[in-house]
C-alpha cells in the first residue's frame, strides 16, 4: 500500500558527509511526521532525527549541529544531511513515516518503515 524507499548509503572516511533521501510512494493522502532512526550492532534502534508535516525538527543529542533533516512535502520524501561522520555513526539507518489515509470517511494514519540503508564511517 505504502512503501519507503531509501538510498544515499555507504562507506565514507570520518570526517566526511553522506545524503540519506527516503521518497514514499503509493496510496498517500497526507505524510505526516516523517524522521529517520539508526541501530548499530548489539544495539537498539535509536532516533536520529525527525520533522513535522510543517517543519518542526528534533535531534539526538550524539548529532545535533552535524546532522541536517529536511523534507520536500511536495515529493513525500525526507532526507538527512550527514556532516563530519565519525565512526560511532556507523549503523543502518531506517526511515519512518507517519502517513493518512482515508477509508471512506474515515480518515487514519499508520506508521511505515524503509528497508533500511547501511552507513559505515571507517576512522
Known amino acids: 500500500q505504502v512503501q519507503l524507499v531509501e538510498s544515499g548509503g555507504g562507506l565514507v572516511q570520518a570526517g566526511g558527509s553522506l545524503r540519506l533521501s527516503c521518497a514514499a510512494s503509493g496510496s498517500i493522502f497526507s505524510t505526516n511526521a516523517m524522521g529517520w532512526y539508526r541501530q548499530a550492532p548489539g544495539k537498539q534502534r535509536e532516533l536520529v532525527a525527525a520533522i513535522t508535516s510543517g517543519g518542526r525538527t528534533n535531534y539526538a543529542d550524539s548529532v545535533k549541529g552535524r546532522f541536517t533533516i529536511s523534507r520536500d512535502n511536495a515529493k513525500n520524501t525526507v532526507y538527512l544531511q550527514m556532516n563530519s561522520l565519525k565512526p560511532e555513526d556507523t549503523a543502518v539507518y531506517y526511515c519512518?513515516?507517519?502517513?493518512?489515509?482515508?477509508?471512506?470517511?474515515?480518515?487514519?494514519?499508520?506508521?511505515?518503515w524503509g528497508q533500511g540503508t547501511q552507513v559505515t564511517v571507517s576512522s
Open positions: 519512518n513515516a507517519d502517513i493518512g489515509h482515508y477509508s471512506g470517511s474515515y480518515y487514519y494514519s499508520h506508521d511505515y
